[in-house]
């Protein structure tokens, strides 16, 4: 079974950081891209970050760039998401979800087949 389950949600102050994680099974880890994207109330969901296991290019959406960095253990087929410097804006239902590798755009959530439940991060003023 096929299944993404993301964890390291939670409340935190302006400023603060949290590390997601996105622990992935029943898909062979090597052949897909990993994204995370988030969605806050009355928002469409946003692509954020994304990372393929083989080279580890990763890509940032502009909104997280130089705050967040998108890592990959490849033995454990976890990916994390390190945010710091977090601010209000940031509070949103995180989730990772999963592609194959290939040619795609790597911050459209249109482009992934597999997600997971969902985190939510909220930042408190």
């Known amino acids: 079974e096929r299944q993404l389950v993301e964890s390291g949600g939670g409340l935190v102050q302006t400023g603060g950081s949290l590390r997601l994680s996105c622990a992935v099974s029943?898909?062979?880890?090597?052949?897909?891209?990993i994204g995370w994207f988030r969605q806050a109330p009355g928002k469409e969901r946003e692509g954020i970050s994304c990372?393929?296991?083989?080279?580890?290019?990763?890509h940032y959406a502009d909104s997280v760039k130089g705050r967040f960095t998108i890592s990959s253990d490849n033995p454990r087929n976890t990916v994390y998401l390190q945010m710091t410097t977090l601010n209000t804006e940031d509070t949103a239902v995180y989730y990772c979800?999963?592609?194959?590798?290939?040619?795609?755009?790597?911050?459209?959530?249109?482009?992934?087949?597999?997600w997971g439940q969902g985190t939510q991060v909220t930042v408190s003023s």
């Open positions: 979800a999963a592609v194959v590798a290939g040619w795609f755009d790597p911050l459209q959530p249109r482009e992934y087949d597999y």
């Open positions: 990372i393929t296991s083989t080279d580890g290019s990763p």
């Open positions: 029943g898909i062979t880890f090597d052949d897909y891209a």
